[in-house]
């Protein structure tokens, strides 16, 4: 089984206990600036949001969007999002693969992915990209979230393969241990990604958490 699809499997199995790690003390002050940051910059935009899991940040940009479709390959994630109470006149959740986005009627003027670079394999960022960026009109506003590696805080990385890609073990609340594919990428990185595709790229790292935002060419 490739590493995709043992962490489709493994997101199914964890959809019930996804949003605990929302609740870590020492990540709430990052947190918070996420979310005001994400409601702030999608106001009024019409978002397409890739890997929304269990719709911790849909639920969110939902307070100011004009209207946002989030997109995950896991009808067990996608069950816990459609539970939230949420404004389903401008809220709609589809299944979608990442790497095989559809064509949809419409292109969108913002695109949200929020914990979901670090899953992707470094070898597939341009071909997601080239994807992603499709569904989207030229000077989208593009916004990613994800994990910065913390001592103490973080799940230790447990390997690191001939790619460059590193892995950590997780265990679920049944003890089953499963093997996630989880990338702290470096500020070059990031920017090197969206080399050529982007205007006004915008890297931060807070302590817990990064954020890379740009506007499509």
Not at 14 to 28: M, N, T, V
Not at 204 to 216: A, G, I, P
Request: net charge negative; aromatic share 12%.
């Amino acid at each position: 089984m490739s590493i995709e699809s043992s962490m489709v499997s493994y997101y199914a199995e964890r959809a019930q206990e996804y949003e605990r790690i929302y609740h870590k003390l020492e990540r709430q002050d990052d947190l918070r600036r996420l979310r005001e940051f994400v409601e702030r910059t999608f106001a009024d935009a019409h978002v397409f949001e890739v890997a929304c899991g269990t719709g911790y940040w849909t639920e969110i940009v939902a307070h100011t969007v004009a209207s946002v479709v989030a997109t995950d390959i896991n009808e067990e994630v996608l069950a816990v999002a459609r539970s939230k109470t949420m404004d389903t006149g401008k809220v709609e959740f589809r299944r979608e693969d990442a790497y095989k986005l559809p064509v949809l009627p419409r292109r969108f003027d913002a695109g949200l992915a929020a914990f979901w670079w670090s899953h992707i394999p470094q070898v597939r960022i341009p071909g997601f990209l080239a994807g992603f960026h499709r569904v989207l009109v030229p000077g989208a506003q593009v916004v990613f979230i994800d994990n910065v590696y913390v001592e103490g805080s973080s799940t230790p990385v447990s390997r690191t393969d001939a790619h460059g890609d590193t892995y950590q073990t997780r265990r679920l609340d049944d003890g089953s241990k499963h093997e996630v594919l989880k990338n702290f990428p470096t500020e070059h990185a990031l920017r090197a990604a969206v080399d050529g595709l982007a205007t006004d790229a915008q890297v931060e790292f807070l302590k817990y958490y990064w954020v890379l935002s740009y506007c499509l060419l």
